[in-house]
């Protein structure tokens, strides 16, 4: 609400569902909350009245047969709110056009300001209970990675280690994979997001695993990188100097700290191995109840650190056509530094 006062409104109404399920704890596919000083609404459709009621707290859950957004607009006119802000990152140009047709017509002109950032800055810290469903869902990571390593095995296709992968994430309990599980052999180790695919793992070369589970609508996210088969001096080259630098940003953690320092604390040790022109990507990003959220940990951010937040570290190293390796932690930054949530070894490994 506060952001949303300094952009000089005295409503808000929230589109993006994340949000909606962070303001309200409703998890369904359509809602909207809408707040206008003390009062807050959560508007929903018929499909919803059970799980609504069931799941909303601290709010009263309204359910409309029209459009929620538009319900949820007509409400804070009616509470008499006179500015409201929108999320302007997520609401489409026909959203805005249906949110003005819902208020009167001399109330249309002035009424709808964007307020970017308004929830997602809240949710940058996160509280104790969402810690630790955070590090529940980085701890079941770590099993099904170690787990996985038994079929990474010369000519099993990326999509059979995704499959495996992701039917044992479903069966210890994952609602669902964060995003597309990335397994990349070999050459295809080179794409950043070399999402799984036909290929038969290399009897020698490396092979790259980023995926995530999400657990209680909470996202884990981590990568490893294994060699198949004895590694070339310049591969083994690439994969110590990577993973230096990814041990050299995690110990940069801290709050306070600037997030572009993270960045440029793993840049500078790519940069000494003359590998930084292959660190194609930023450093890091928040993690929770989506897969990227803020913080950003990249070159010009100078937003400092805070005791809660949960990010992830993930320098990596392309040779195009050649090979990759990238290495991801999730870290919480605690109120005296940082706590690795990832725990499976990061150390060389040959398989
Ligand atoms: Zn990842
Ligand atoms: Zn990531």
């Known amino acids: 609400m506060r952001a949303a006062e300094r952009g000089g409104a005295d409503g808000v109404v929230v589109t993006h569902l994340p949000d909606v399920r962070y303001l ?70 026909a959203q805005l056009e249906l949110m003005r047709r819902s208020v009167s017509a001399g109330t249309r002109r002035s009424f709808f300001r964007p307020a970017a950032g308004l929830v997602s800055r809240l949710r940058e810290v996160k509280g104790a209970a969402e810690i630790e469903v955070i590090r529940s869902a980085a701890d079941l990571g770590c099993e099904l990675f170690d787990g996985v390593l038994g079929s990474l095995q010369a000519g099993t296709t990326e999509v059979e280690v995704a499959i495996e992968l992701e039917t044992q994430a479903r069966r210890a309990g994952a609602e669902r994979m964060s995003f597309e599980t990335i397994v990349a052999g070999g050459a295809r180790s080179a794409l950043p997001h070399g999402l799984a695919s036909g290929a038969k793992l290399p009897r020698r070369g490396f092979v790259t695993l980023d995926f995530g589970v999400t657990v209680d609508g909470y996202c884990s996210d981590m990568t490893r990188t294994v060699h198949l088969g004895r590694a070339q001096p310049d591969e083994r080259r690439v994969y110590d100097a ?37 660190f194609t990507h930023s450093t890091g990003h928040g993690v929770g109840l989506e897969i990227h959220e803020g913080p950003r940990l990249a070159k010009t951010q100078r937003q400092e650190l805070v005791a809660g937040m949960v990010i992830t570290v993930e320098p990596g190293v392309y040779l195009p056509k050649r090979f990759g390796v990238r290495i991801e932690d999730m870290v919480l930054v605690t109120d005296t530094g940082h706590e690795v949530l990832t725990w499976s070894s990061k150390a060389y490994t040959e398989l």
């Open 242 to 278: 990577v993973l230096e630098a990814q041990v050299a940003a995690v110990e940069a953690v801290g709050p306070g700290v600037a997030a572009e320092a993270i960045d440029a604390a793993a840049r500078q040790v790519l940069r000494a191995a003359k590998l930084h022109a292959f």
């Open 24 to 93: 309200s704890g409703f998890t369904g596919s359509s809602g909207v909350v809408a707040i206008s000083g003390r009062k807050a609404s959560l508007f929903t459709d018929g499909r919803y009245t059970t799980q609504a009621k069931a799941e909303v707290a601290g709010m009263r859950v309204a359910i409309v047969k029209g459009s929620a957004v538009g319900a949820a607009c007509a409400w804070l006119e009616a509470t008499g709110a006179r500015r409201c802000g929108f999320q302007p990152e997520y609401v489409t140009v």
